[in-house]
């Protein structure tokens, strides 16, 4: 894409384009500050600034508004300088803006990197002898050409239902995406894409799209003048949202991350999931593709000890299965979700030898262990709550409104954080663990720390978020081949803020296969497959009584990174059997999934029909899922047209059931595949299957 940017004649930073990358000698306009449109619309309102304060009349959203200690609330940010510095990971320029009477000054970010991406954030530096107030800070604010046809695409949802996506058009206004909970949110992702109605389909058209790398409350502003400009503004969420600066002092704000493509919402998908994988991920350019998990939790729930969980690591070893996962349950006096959480010790009636006699015995298996944990939580049934009350948030003197029977812990005190990283450390420090699946099941309630002074209290909502990092950093620096997933009773926190330190992510309790089609199609507009843990659990299942067979609820975990978790014990030969098939056949084409380019060619909600293809990075193998939901009137199968592969390159086929694949050849062209297409054959309710193209002359 192109992106550029100009010092207009009243010294403001304006956007001049953002969109299609330009080629060749620019006949761009320079930077011009609009005329006001009437004495109702003044000149900043009209001028497409890239970071406006809120002064000079500014009637739209700004991206920062400060309180000056005698009360002023006026800020005029002008052009001061700029400088550019070149790395490895990508160029990055820094502007520097400055308010035209006080010595608060702006910097201003702007990293591009390779895979088509933008980052842009701010520092807002106070140079004054005084304290300012921040009362709100954005990452950027990002502008759009004038249109009537805007629609923006946006991620909702709530427990067990994550990741639906809808499209609405613009209209004037303010559209608001936002987290007040504390925490990321299920209810609504830091993502959003926007589109020109009639114009943006999946495959082709406009997409302006980004992302916020923050897991605390985040907002993201959606503006449409009244003159149709479109204006986007993250970063912070401006609610309750108050940041003294003392003189010298600074604030960082999270890291928008933002991108354009004209071919479609797949590729805006795909731009995003490769510069996850490029550089955001741990390990990246190159994250270890993940593991195949075994988990009880849905098996077991609390019931978790020594000869079950044995048991269960027998037979998921035998199947294949690569890692396996002791979920919530292990420790403290944790029989119920009423007692235990801080108490990090292992519960020696479910675990009388420890946690040693388990973990060996996985190793000999083939296998390596994990286990979960919720660091910053506390049952006020707790050794910890009992030692330590004034650890929980509160108000204090008002009643602590309790969620699943805990309470959050106060991260934005230095002791909790000191806590956290030692019971952390010394847990996978005594114990052979190489991964924790840490969750956190609530969003905050009472945000009080009356432990600093009044002005400070509402820190708590940054600096939280920057010990949770920092504990997460350091825990990976200690143990630098501890690998972590991101849960959040679900997918309550996922963003690019807590990726940058977890290898994977838990999309979604909901774990009905139907349902997790459209989960995992909305989780892709976002996020890689390569991060989306996807498990195949028992039937009838736990949410809605759905009985969906064994190889269907294998398919779709299959389409991310795949992990069991039935109670594996009961499956018969004939489910055993095939479990292990699937397994094997999974690892055959399980970096193209986790890792290659994904192209959504029939999309879950549009019909009882979807189908996913996944194309390796150097496009020696693809592999194309097929889903039949339920079929209608004995309806055949829609042709599949394929995408993304070498027109003249000729693949071999192999199905993994070829009665479902018929009068397929045993090898094809890549433009037979994407022209023609091919046919499956699928029928009844809940079918699905698999089929792997490797390219002929691949070395
Ligand atoms: C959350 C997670 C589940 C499980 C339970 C344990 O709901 O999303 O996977 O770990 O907590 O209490």
Not at 8 to 17: A, H, P, R, V, W
Not at 283 to 312: C, D, H, M
Not at 400 to 421: G, M, S
Not at 664 to 682: A, F, K
Request: charged share 20%; aromatic share 10%; with cysteine.
């Amino acid at each position: 894409m192109t992106y550029a940017i100009g010092v207009n004649d009243q010294k403001g930073l304006q956007t001049i384009y953002w969109g299609q990358r330009l080629e060749g000698p620019s006949t761009l306009v320079s930077a011009k500050a609009y005329p006001e449109a009437a004495s109702f619309d003044p000149s900043v309102s009209a001028t497409p600034l890239e970071y406006a304060g809120w002064g000079g009349g500014l009637p739209t959203q700004p991206a920062l508004k400060i309180s000056f200690p005698d009360g002023n609330r006026s800020l005029l940010l002008d052009y001061l300088d700029s400088k550019q510095t070149d790395g490895p990971n990508g160029d990055q320029l820094e502007i520097t803006l400055r308010d035209r009477l006080a010595e608060v000054y702006v910097h201003l970010f702007y990293k591009v990197y390779a895979t088509g991406i933008l980052a842009r954030w701010s520092q807002i530096e106070n140079r004054t002898k005084g304290v300012i107030t921040v009362e709100q800070a954005a990452s950027a604010t990002l502008n759009l050409p004038p249109s009537t046809s805007y629609e923006l695409s946006s991620l909702t949802g709530r427990w067990g239902a994550e990741w639906q996506l809808h499209t609405v058009p613009l209209v004037p206004g303010h559209s608001v995406l936002e987290s007040r909970r504390g925490s990321t949110s299920h209810q609504s992702n830091p993502w959003l894409a926007i589109g020109r109605t009639g114009e943006t389909t999946e495959t082709s058209g406009p997409v302006w799209f980004g992302e916020l790398g923050w897991s605390g409350s985040w907002q993201i502003d959606v503006e449409q003048t009244y003159s149709h400009r479109v204006k986007i503004t993250g970063g912070y969420n401006t609610f309750d949202f108050s940041y003294p600066l003392a003189p010298g002092q600074l604030l960082k704000t999270p890291i928008f991350y933002v991108g354009y493509t004209n071919k479609g919402h797949g590729e805006a998908s795909r731009i995003l999931h490769r510069f996850q994988q490029k550089q955001i991920l741990p390990g990246a350019p190159t994250p270890k593709p993940r593991p195949i998990i075994y988990n009880s939790w849905e098996a077991t729930e609390f019931n978790v000890n020594e000869a079950g969980q044995l048991a269960l690591a027998e037979k998921a070893a035998s199947l294949g299965v690569e890692r396996m996962v002791i979920d919530d349950g292990w420790f403290g006096q944790r029989v119920t979700d009423h007692a235990g959480l801080g108490d990090w010790y292992v519960n020696q009636t479910k675990f009388p030898h420890g946690l040693k006699p388990v973990i060996d015995r996985v190793h000999q298996l083939g296998m390596d262990f994990g286990i979960w944990v919720e660091p910053e939580m506390i049952n006020p049934d707790s050794d910890l709550y009992r030692k330590h009350p004034e650890w929980a948030m509160s108000f204090p003197g008002r009643p602590r409104t309790e969620a699943r029977n805990q309470l959050v812990l106060n991260l934005a005190r230095d002791d909790v954080k000191q806590y956290l990283l030692t019971f952390l450390d010394k847990l996978v420090s005594e114990n052979d663990i190489a991964f924790l699946k840490w969750d956190y099941n609530r969003n905050w309630s009472e945000p009080g720390w009356d432990a600093v002074p009044l002005p400070e209290q509402k820190e708590i909502y940054v600096r939280y978020i920057n010990n949770l990092y920092e504990v997460l950093a350091e825990l990976r620096k200690r143990h630098p081949k501890l690998e972590i997933e991101s849960c959040s009773g679900g997918g309550g926190r996922v963003d690019l803020g807590i990726l940058r330190y977890t290898d994977e992510v838990w999309p979604s309790d909901n774990t009905d296969a139907l349902d997790r089609l459209s989960i995992q199609d909305g989780f892709s507009q976002a996020y890689t497959p390569g991060v989306m843990v996807a498990w195949v659990t028992d039937v009838p299942n736990f949410l809605d009584r759905r009985n969906i067979p064994l190889e269907f609820r294998f398919t779709v975990a299959m389409t991310g990174a795949l992990g069991i978790g039935s109670d594996v014990t009961k499956w018969t030969p004939d489910e055993s059997a095939l479990a292990t098939r699937l397994v094997a056949f999974y690892k055959t084409v399980r970096s193209t999934v986790q890792q290659g380019a994904l192209y959504r060619l029939i999309a879950p909600e549009a019909s009882e029909q979807s189908a996913v293809e996944y194309v390796a990075e150097d496009r020696h193998q693809a592999v194309l899922f097929g889903f039949l939901h339920s079929q209608h009137y004995g309806e055949p199968f829609q042709t599949i047209r394929l995408q993304g592969l070498e027109p003249a390159a000729l693949y071999r086929v192999k199905p993994l059931d070829p009665s479902k694949a018929p009068g397929l050849p045993q090898q094809i062209t890549g433009s037979e595949l994407m022209g023609p297409g091919i046919s499956l054959h699928l029928i009844g309710d809940y079918d699905s299957t698999a089929i792997v193209f490797e390219k002929v002359d691949h070395k």
